[in-house]
T-cell receptor, first 113, second 114 residues
Framework: DVKVTQSSRYLVKRTGEKVFLECVQD?????MFWYRQDPGLGLRLIYF???????EKGDIPEGYSVSREKKERFSLILESASTNQTSMYLC????????????FGQGTRLTVV | DAKTTQPPSMDCAEGRAANLPCNHS???????VYWYRQIHSQGPQYIIH???NNETNEMASLIITEDRKSSTLILPHATLRDTAVYYC?????FGGGATNKLIFGTGTLLAVQP
């Protein structure tokens, strides 16, 4: 079975903390994505990566950075967490072949207090 | 920004067909239509995709209009477990690198009623 694993299901952090959300996929996929999901706003793309060390901004990159040093791992970094970053964060991966689509992790519910 | 528009919510009776519409009037020639769904507290799951012909798999059918400006996802016999948010997405699967963005909209919340 294909797998996208996010390091934490629930996380509580304090305002101003540096937060790392980790995502690992075991499918040798080229593309990896980070989204956040908030009520009424759907899934919004924060960043994605199409290869090791390659990254592209999504629709809402402000306040976030990412790291992809290895193909299987894509990290989302909140440099200084704020309460408006309280959200559900979803990681996904997808390969480059036509006709195959994205697989998602179970999500990390981050609360910033 | 998402290139699709969907109604925010729909109801369907259990056992009946659920028909979920999607408008994608600016779709380009290379772009496919993809559908995902997200059951509460889970990550989205791929359902089906198509270019211009109608497609069917074990989960659903996809009907794309001849001008490709809209499509309909059909769940032939909806069950309570089909209650979820359904997302319609368009993208060019042949684009590489930075064009591989996957942009979701707000989707349609389908509520299957007993």
């Amino acid at each position: 079975d294909v797998k996208v694993t996010q390091s934490s299901r629930y996380l509580v952090k304090r305002t101003g903390e540096k937060v790392f959300l980790e995502c690992v996929q075991d499918m040798d996929h080229e593309n990896m994505f980070w989204y956040r999901q908030d009520p009424g706003l759907g899934l919004r793309l924060i960043y994605f990566s199409y290869d090791v060390k390659m990254k592209e901004k999504g629709d809402i990159p402000e306040g976030y950075s990412v790291s992809r040093e290895k193909k299987e791992r894509f990290s989302l970094i909140l440099e200084s967490a704020s309460t408006n970053q309280t959200s559900m964060y979803l990681c996904a991966s997808r390969n480059d072949r036509v006709g195959t689509e994205a697989f998602f992790g179970q999500g990390t519910r981050l609360t910033v207090v | 920004d998402a290139k699709t528009t969907q109604p925010p919510s729909m109801d369907c009776a259990e056992g009946r067909a659920a028909n979920l519409p999607c408008n994608h009037s600016t779709i380009s020639g290379n772009e496919y239509v993809y559908w995902y769904r997200q059951i509460h507290s889970q990550g989205p799951q791929y359902i089906i995709h198509g270019l211009k012909n109608n497609e069917t798999n074990e989960m659903a059918s996809l009907i794309i209009t001849e001008d490709r400006k809209s499509s309909t996802l059909i769940l032939p016999h909806a069950t309570l477990r089909d209650t979820a948010v359904y997302y319609c997405i368009v993208r060019d699967p042949f684009g590489g690198g930075a064009t591989n963005k996957l942009i979701f909209g707000t989707g349609t919340l389908l509520a299957v009623q007993p």
